[in-house]
Nanobody
Framework: QLQLVESGGGVVQPGGSLRLSCAAS????????IGWFRQAPGKEREGVSC????????NYADSVKGRFTISRDNVENTVYLQMDSLKPEDTGVYYC????????????????????WGQGTQVTVSS
């Protein structure tokens, strides 16, 4: 059974950092692209970043470019999202998701491309 479990969320001051993890099990993790998404209160879910199956291609939302870094460890079946220089507008529930139909990470990726989702982890950026 495919499972994705996020961790690493918390409360941080503006300018701070957090590292999110997404641990996967139950499928051939190294075959598929993985994405990170977030949803702020009262807003639609938006794509944050994605990474291709072997990590060679990454894409980011304009709002996080230069501040967030996605990576993956296909031995540990884990994807990471390093978030630096955090801003209050980064607050939300962060979800990881697997695109079990493709190994690719497209630069115009959306949540419609991703078929399996974790339960989410809360990130709050506040002074």
């Amino acid at each position: 059974q495919l499972q994705l479990v996020e961790s690493g969320g918390g409360v941080v001051q503006p300018g701070g950092s957090l590292r999110l993890s997404c641990a996967a099990s139950g499928f051939r993790f190294d075959y598929f692209a993985i994405g990170w998404f977030r949803q702020a209160p009262g807003k639609e879910r938006e794509g944050v970043s994605c990474i291709s199956s072997r990590g060679g291609i990454t894409n980011y939302a304009d709002s996080v470019k230069g501040r967030f870094t996605i990576s993956r460890d296909n031995v540990e079946n884990t994807v990471y999202l390093q978030m630096d220089s955090l801003k209050p507008e980064d607050t939300g529930v962060y979800y990881c998701a697997a695109n079990t139909k493709s190994f690719r990470c497209y630069n115009d990726f959306t949540d419609a491309d991703f078929t399996s989702w974790g339960q989410g982890t809360q990130v709050t950026v506040s002074s």
